[in-house]
């Protein structure tokens, strides 16, 4: 089975530019979570996706924004980007949406970095 | 709210056991995961408690306590591979990460 994947793998952005990612999850999965990470904050919950509604939201500002497709993958947004949004951003897919017990398959990843 | 709280790092020798502990403040979870995470890779699956007591899956056993607030990751007969960072998160409506704890292991 296919696991969890993420395009691109790294991206360079200038302040001020958007960006978007995708992934795409394990066959079968109907939850895609997107979680940023960097080193001083660790890993924090940006929203999680299930059958194409946003279920929840982390505290990001407005400026980040996702959906998920009717196949289940996901793309997130980041407009207007600012240098504290260098960092690696990472998509969980699972069967169920959170809160249930259902192992969460992280990607790759996306290492972003905005110059 | 929630907080997580993890040692900021460790360093252990190959063979020995190390203990990394995640303490928590939270209204309420379903369960606590521990990752796995190696330098440049993604966080990947080592357990997850629901009810108090020990897990235990080979060389790495969880452990739970509610009323205590308090979980640790036991890692027996460490390997260099075994290097890592090492991740605590409450599962919610949200999955809440600690900072994570950077286990070194020397020779």
């Known amino acids: 089975k296919a696991g969890v994947t993420q395009t691109p793998r790294y991206l360079i952005k200038t302040r001020g530019q958007q960006v978007t990612l995708s992934c795409s999850p394990i066959s079968g999965h109907r939850s895609v979570s997107w979680y940023q990470q960097t080193p001083g904050q660790g890993l924090q919950f940006l929203f999680e996706y299930f059958s194409e509604t946003q279920r929840n939201k982390g505290n990001f500002p407005g400026r980040f924004s996702g959906r998920q497709f009717s196949n289940s993958r996901s793309e997130m947004n980041v407009s207007t980007l600012e240098l504290g949004d260098s960092a690696l951003y990472l998509c969980?897919?699972?069967?169920?949406?959170?809160?249930?017990?259902?192992?969460?398959?992280f990607g790759p990843g996306t290492r972003l970095t905005v110059l | 709210g929630q907080n997580i709280d993890q040692p900021t790092e460790m360093t252990a020798t190959e063979g020995a056991i190390v203990q990394i502990n995640c303490t928590y403040q939270?209204?309420?979870?379903?369960?606590l995961f521990w990752y796995q995470q190696h330098a440049g890779e993604a966080p990947t699956f080592l357990s997850y408690?629901?009810?108090?007591g020990l897990e235990e899956k080979g060389r790495f056993s969880s452990f739970l306590s509610r009323s205590k607030g308090y979980s640790y990751l036991l890692l027996k007969e460490l390997q260099m591979k075994d290097s890592a960072s090492y991740l605590c998160a409450l599962n919610t409506d949200k999955l809440i990460f600690g900072t994570g704890t950077r286990l070194q292991v020397f020779p």
């Open positions: 408690n629901v009810l108090d």
């Open positions: 969980a897919s699972r069967l169920q949406g959170l809160g249930s017990y259902n192992e969460q398959f």
């Open positions: 939270t209204s309420g979870f379903n369960g």
